[in-house]
């Protein structure tokens, strides 16, 4: 599976980004798609997911201002982020699940100024 991510930038707090992972190659039996972030010092964190069924789940930070899609045909997922704000920076990593193995993107920087 190689998972081809995108979207990130430069945004001031409160604005929106949208970030998307375009997933190819042996994609059949992924069980799930998400998003992981990692700043500075910090541990790779789960922001969302989302199931090949649909169910959804999400950081408690990430709440009422980030959405994660899919689009099954197009084999992508996006992660509407919203309200955004400095403790939101950090490398956003796509992320899909298949079986008991892990398959990451490359990483897209999302920054946000105060």
């Known amino acids: 599976v190689q998972l081809q991510a995108s979207g990130g930038g430069l945004v001031q707090a409160g604005g929106s980004l949208r970030l998307s992972c375009a997933a190819s190659g042996t994609i059949f039996s992924i069980n799930a798609m998400g998003w992981y972030r990692q700043a500075p010092g910090k541990q790779r964190e789960l922001v969302a997911a989302?199931?090949?069924?649909?169910?959804?789940n999400y950081a408690d930070s990430a709440k009422g201002r980030f959405t994660i899609s899919k689009d099954n045909a197009k084999n992508t997922v996006w992660l509407q982020m919203n309200s955004l704000k400095p403790e939101d920076t950090a490398v956003y990593y796509c992320?899909?699940?298949?079986?008991?193995?892990?398959?990451w993107g490359q990483g897209t920087l999302v920054t946000v100024s105060s």
């Open positions: 989302i199931t090949s069924g649909g169910s959804t």
């Open positions: 992320n899909a699940k298949k079986i008991i193995f892990d398959f």
